[in-house]
């Protein structure tokens, strides 16, 4: 919790671009609601640097407006210039003498904002302004009016900060944290994430380490697969070596199938990995394109299969043409 008087006292410090206020609480029909202002629209950025766009409407302009991510407006069923009622947290206790309604609908992020809905700062204080204790207080004032009131905010949840030069990163977290108003933390995204990928990557190397034990079984058991069937094939090789066929001709057809198994697999893995990002909803950016680390992998699955061909195409060249020619009863 951060007093509003702290939000604006580090919005004007000179290392600061931008901040934008945050404060939750309220909730729609199971989904966050998220009070703010225009200025998250403007400034906040996710992935490679992209901003929240609209599919409709746009951002913030009348007092009881509502901006749904894309997942709310999809699961509710929400279309531009909707009336709806917010809840004040839980969904039985609702905000049903104020009603707001649907100015914007965000494109689909792959984000957690896909599923929240978004009301002015400004509006949120005021309309719980009769809240006392958590309980309804109903002081018969008229939305119009309510809007008029200028009842200015007194705490958030906390705050977006954007530097004018991003290399004070480390001595404006320090100022944020020393901060002589009152007890609060700053969070820096890149330090969090690196600290989350250090405590998964433990896990990411088992989970490499499983991927290389199946691939490695998966090869033993092309071989013995290989292996199995050349005591069936022993005559048509033993015709096609007859008929002039080299050792090129013969591993190049162990390659071959070879070949065709491994890439069979990949295209198989591909498409299943596809078909599971379409139809499973995730709340991250997931890209079913392999990139360059996983195109290297599997190039080098495909080198590692075709050079183990040449074991049982030795070994099928080496039979002896004359035994491969009896007929055996």
Partial sequence: MVTYGSYEEIAKFEEVAWAVPLSLGDSFKGFGVMATNEDFFKHYKYGSGELLEFKEGGNFSGF??????SNVAKKVGLNLSDKVHL??????YKHTNREFRVSGVLKESKTPNDDLVFMQLKTDEAIHWEWQSGHFVDMKIESERLS?????PKHLSGMLLGLKNPSQILYVEEKINRYKGENLGAAVPAKVLSKLFKLMKNFQDILFFISTAVFITALFTMLSSMFSTLNERRREIAILRSLGAGAKIIFLLFAAESLLIVSSGIVLGNTLLTLLIVLIPFTISISAMPDMHEIIMLLFMVA???IAAFIPAISSYKQSLQDGLIVRI
């Fill in 148 to 152: 008029h009131m200028g009842i200015k």
């Fill in 87 to 92: 809840s004040h947290a839980e969904e039985h």
């Fill in 304 to 306: 590692v299969s075709l």
């Fill in 64 to 69: 009881y407006d509502l901006i749904v991510g």
